[in-house]
């Protein structure tokens, strides 16, 4: 009888590994690398005296004309796309960005939300608040 679990057992080892782990393969999905976005002008969380221009970092693998920037505050509304941010690239590859709104903000909070992609069915988004005083 340990004869019989002995052949078992060697028979299961000498299976080709990728018939024993078929579901661990990662080589039918393909990854996502999503943009990111830095060095945000204002920054997160900063009391402005008032908030009319804006700028930030987004990385070299992001898709410049998929940019696009909303600022919400209170009632002002603005959205802005690629056509109308200035998108300086650098030579490391990363974009700087910015964007200047049509009338300044003076009091309450904005928030500033940017969306991209890196390639298509790769988006991200990401933001911060402000507060004009």
Do not use: W
Not at 61 to 81: C, H, R, W, Y
Not at 111 to 121: L, N, Y
């Amino acid at each position: 009888m340990k004869n019989h679990y002995v052949l078992i057992i060697a028979a299961a080892l000498s299976l080709p590994a990728n018939t024993v782990f078929a579901y661990g393969s990662s080589s039918s999905s393909s990854s996502c690398d999503k943009p990111t976005f830095s060095e945000f002008q204002p920054a997160a969380n900063k009391y402005l005296q008032s908030f009319s221009e804006f700028s930030f970092v987004a990385s070299s693998n992001t898709s410049p004309s998929s940019i696009k920037v909303n600022i919400s505050a209170g009632p002002l509304k603005e959205q802005f796309d690629a056509k109308q941010l200035k998108i300086n690239p650098q030579g490391n590859g990363r974009l700087v960005v910015s964007g200047k709104l049509n009338r300044p903000f003076q009091h309450g909070f904005a928030r500033i939300s940017v969306t991209a992609h890196s390639k298509p069915g790769c988006e991200k988004t990401d933001g911060h608040l402000i507060r004009v005083q």
